[in-house]
């Protein structure tokens, strides 16, 4: 009897070796001058940037979430990968950190290398956007953890920022100026709640075209997050800016307190900017909450940037310079007295958003 053996168990190693050379070439088009060595080792190494005082390690990990399922679907596999990057590498960057290098984790239960090749194209491409380099990953082949013809991703970011540098800065305060930079759209968030409403609930067909959308559903919906390293950093360069916030799941209400002190609240007026359509469908369709939309989705706004009143028109110069489309939105304001506690003195109480 002839025994068994892991092809026969699911698992193909020619496969993954085909797909490892696949990979390589993606890899080296990432190569900054810090990285040592090439795909295929036990580790990747990246050497410290020269010239730095005190460099600070930055690490940021993050998925696409049921993004995945409409990639699906649609049997779309390239822009998950720049999602996949972008989730991480924009957190990253929050901090002031430059981005170093990417790590990726494909689990599937059948590598389909074709499949996967475009995944990878787009973290290749993911990685070009954000300045940062493919270094290294994991390709998981898993018999029944994953339905056929689907797959899971994690995304790993490393970056470096001097620590003198680092965001936020202590100094936030009332008076500063909130600034917004565009969304692509839903970007990697909010897909459980937009899949209910538009596809299920709906039932609208993936390659329709919609007249409020000017394009098919599916390419709004697969439209991939914008990496806002490059904008962000040089931003930053210029001086002025206090504080950076990914905005995220849990939109402006889940994200911009987060880089806010205590005592102080960000006031945003909603029509200082133009929501994607996307945005309108769900709620019209779902007859979603204003606030439920505010808090599940990013509405329009992907990166805010506080910064001080007297520098705010040379950063949107510097987005605009950059691609972006950036807005004042709003300011920062102290919060109302609260009354005193049983000390005698009053609590500041935690940051929030205020809409106008």
Same mark, same amino acid.
């Given at each position: 009897m002839k025994g068994a053996t892991y092809r026969q168990a699911g698992v193909d190693i020619e496969a993954a070796d085909r797909f490892v050379d696949r990979i390589?070439? /993606?890899?080296?088009? #990432?190569? &900054?001058?810090? &990285? @040592? !060595?090439?795909? !295929? !080792?036990?580790?990747? /190494?990246?050497? &410290?940037?020269t010239g730095m005082r005190e460099p600070i390690l930055v690490s940021g990990t993050d998925g696409v979430g049921t993004k995945l399922k409409v990639a699906?679907?649609? *049997?779309?596999?390239? #822009? $998950? !990968? &720049?999602? /996949? $990057?972008? @989730?991480?590498? *924009?957190? $990253?960057v929050t901090t002031g950190a430059r981005p170093l290098f990417f790590l990726d984790y494909f689990a599937t239960a059948k590598l389909d290398v074709e499949q996967a090749t475009r995944v990878m194209e787009g973290i290749s491409e993911g990685c070009r956007l954000a300045g940062c380099a493919l270094l290294g990953g994991e390709t998981a082949e898993m018999p029944g953890m994953y339905l056929p013809g689907e797959y899971d991703l994690a995304g790993f970011v490393v970056g470096v920022c001097e620590k003198s540098l680092l965001l936020p800065r202590p100094n936030i305060g009332a008076g500063d100026i909130v600034i917004g930079v565009a969304s692509d759209g839903l970007h990697s968030n909010g897909f459980s709640l937009a899949r209910k409403v538009l596809l299920e609930d709906a039932g609208l067909p993936l390659e329709r075209s919609i007249e409020l959308l000017e394009e098919p559903l599916v390419d709004a919906l697969l439209r991939p997050t914008r990496l806002y390293c490059r904008a962000a950093l040089a931003a930053i360069e210029a001086g002025g800016i206090k504080a950076l916030c990914h905005v995220t799941g849990g939109g402006l209400p889940g994200n911009l307190p987060r880089v806010l002190p205590d005592g102080f609240d960000a006031v945003v007026n909603e029509r200082a900017w133009k929501k994607p359509p996307i945005f309108e469908l769900i709620e019209e369709l779902g007859n979603v909450s204003a606030d439920e939309m505010r808090s599940t989705f990013n509405c329009g706004i992907g990166l805010v940037a506080v910064v001080e009143q007297e520098h705010a028109q040379k950063i949107l110069d510097v987005f605009q310079h950059a691609g972006e489309r950036a807005s004042v939105i709003g300011s920062i304001v102290a919060k109302a007295a609260n009354p005193p506690g049983a000390d005698g003195v009053a609590p500041l109480g935690e940051a929030e958003v205020r809409y106008l």
């Open positions: 390589k070439p /993606l890899a080296a088009r #990432t190569k &900054i001058p810090e &990285i @040592m !060595g090439s795909i !295929g !080792g036990f580790a990747g /190494l990246c050497a &410290i940037p699906f679907a649609a *049997n779309r596999h390239h #822009t $998950v !990968g &720049i999602d /996949l $990057v972008a @989730m991480s590498a *924009n957190d $990253v």
